[in-house]
């Protein structure tokens, strides 16, 4: 994807546009924020292996993050102490996957200030950055992030971000943003490509059943008696995805679920 504008233009871009950002917070709301945060703070089941933030759009910052990837970074990602506590993990994020990643949140808030409450309460974004490890190595990581708190007038406040650590470094970058439509397409050419992707419910009843067993260590369980039918499958598969390994094609189609149920982030 051909960018028109700078990851510094990006990023102005988005702060100009959340300058303009107006909450009216009440008491009531900081004590929902208070037992959001402590939520997250006790790592609730479904998360566990899920780092939590709170971006709080009426002050422009993260109001929490409970990390789970500090020992694997090269180092913290988040800082809250900092004027600018995203800084770190900006220079943690791989520098080609960088503006991919400003663009994605820069079309996620536009998209979010289109919608009423009703609507953004089924909002979510997901996305693959690339962050450096202690290996020297860019491993992906899942960014999913969604509304949790809105005021009277259904402004919405705070937005969760869920952060999980991927196995796989052969993800490729991809993201999904809300619902495409005509005002919001999507201009990124595999995010494009795999809204169009249509699966047979053999396709899905594959998928499902190498994830699950992916989970368990049980590979071998899937392989089961016909595996020449199985491995023609998985090639089917993995070129529809255009990628190379059944685990790649199964975690894409998790994270594209993910997405469409927004049900949560239980892996």
């Not at 990006?10 to 546009?17: G, Q, S, T, V």
């Not at 939590?52 to 993260?62: G, T």
């Not at 800082?79 to 990643?101: A, G, Q, V, Y």
């Not at 990628?243 to 239980?266: E, F, K, P, R, W």
Request: with cysteine; aromatic share 12%; glycine share 2%.
């Amino acid at each position: 994807m051909n960018y028109s504008l700078t990851y510094k233009q990006l990023e102005k871009n988005f702060y100009d546009d959340l300058s303009n950002h107006y909450c009216i917070v009440t008491a009531l709301m900081k004590l929902e924020q208070a037992i959001i945060e402590d939520e997250f703070s006790n790592n609730p089941v479904g998360m566990r292996n899920f780092s939590k933030a709170v971006f709080d759009l009426n002050i422009r910052r993260i109001s929490f993050h409970n990390s789970l990837f500090n020992d694997k970074l090269k180092y913290p990602s988040i800082c809250l102490s900092l004027d600018d506590e995203m800084r770190f993990l900006k220079e943690l994020t791989e520098p080609s996957n960088l503006i991919f990643c400003m663009d994605t949140l820069c079309k996620s808030y536009k998209y979010l200030k289109t919608l009423t409450k009703e609507e953004s309460k089924n909002f979510n974004i997901v996305y693959i950055r690339r962050l450096l490890e202690k290996d020297d190595l860019y491993h992906p990581y899942l960014h999913y992030m969604h509304p949790c708190q809105w005021d009277a007038q259904g402004n919405v406040r705070l937005i969760s971000i869920q952060t999980k650590r991927l196995q796989d470094m052969n993800v490729p970058e991809f993201r999904f943003i809300g619902v495409p439509s005509e005002l919001f397409p999507e201009e990124h050419a595999y995010s494009r490509y795999l809204q169009d992707v249509r699966l047979k419910d053999t396709d899905i009843k594959l998928l499902e059943k190498y994830l699950e067993a992916y989970k368990k260590k049980g590979l071998s369980e899937v392989l089961n008696k016909s595996r020449h039918t199985i491995s023609n499958k998985y090639t089917r598969l993995n070129t529809l995805f255009k990628v190379d390994s059944m685990q790649t094609s199964s975690l894409i189609y998790y994270i594209m679920q993910l997405h469409n149920t927004g049900a949560g982030v239980c892996v």
